[in-house]
């Protein structure tokens, strides 16, 4: 059995409470949002992993953490300054290339917003319109975890199940 696989951060209830007020902003300009209370910073995508292949990760997660660009419908924040973030992910991408194929570049992100593919000039608009909003500034972002989480998408929209967590020393990004 395959399984759709993404390791992320969860955020803080101060982020988490910020993210939802930008996505009430964007609600009322008809910006399509993402309405899940689980917040998180993905990290890795994985994409369809065997069965076999979810308990290797799951041990690379401990022992490493012991020690293209997005599709343009996807709407999200990101933390991209932060040097730590990009050396965790980088990390991480390092050890899962041995069993999934990972992206030359990926964007830890928040993602906060989707909207279907349609034809340019209303993607073209939705673009315009998020070009507009102040991104909300975060202060520091404990990470204490990261957790290995299973995307289950539907027509109604995407749910996520975490399959295991794996705990840090301490750190912030």
């Known amino acids: 059995m395959k399984h759709r696989l993404f390791t ?12 939802a007020r930008l996505q ?11 309405w899940d ?40 924040l990101t933390l991209a300054k932060s040097d730590d973030l990009i050396q965790l992910q980088a990390s991480l991408s390092s050890s899962f ?7 030359r570049k990926f964007l ?12 340019p000039v209303t993607t073209k608009h939705f673009i315009d319109l998020v070009s507009d909003f102040a991104t909300p500034e975060f202060s520091e972002i404990p990470v204490d975890k990261i957790i290995l989480y299973e995307s289950l998408p539907s027509k109604v929209g995407t749910t996520y199940r975490q399959i295991s967590q794996f705990m840090l020393q301490s750190q912030t990004i």
């Open 8 to 19: 992320a951060i969860t955020l803080p209830e101060a982020v988490s409470l910020e993210i």
């Open 24 to 34: 009430k902003d964007l609600d009322r300009l008809k910006l399509p949002v993402v």
């Open 37 to 76: 209370n689980t917040f998180h910073l993905t990290l890795n995508f994985l994409g369809q992993v065997t069965d076999s292949d979810t308990g290797t990760i799951k041990n690379l997660l401990y022992l490493d953490t012991l020690y293209s660009r997005h599709d343009p419908t996807i709407l999200y």
């Open 97 to 103: 290339s041995s069993i999934t194929p990972q992206p």
């Open 108 to 119: 830890p992100h928040i993602t906060i917003g989707k909207f279907k593919r349609t034809d």
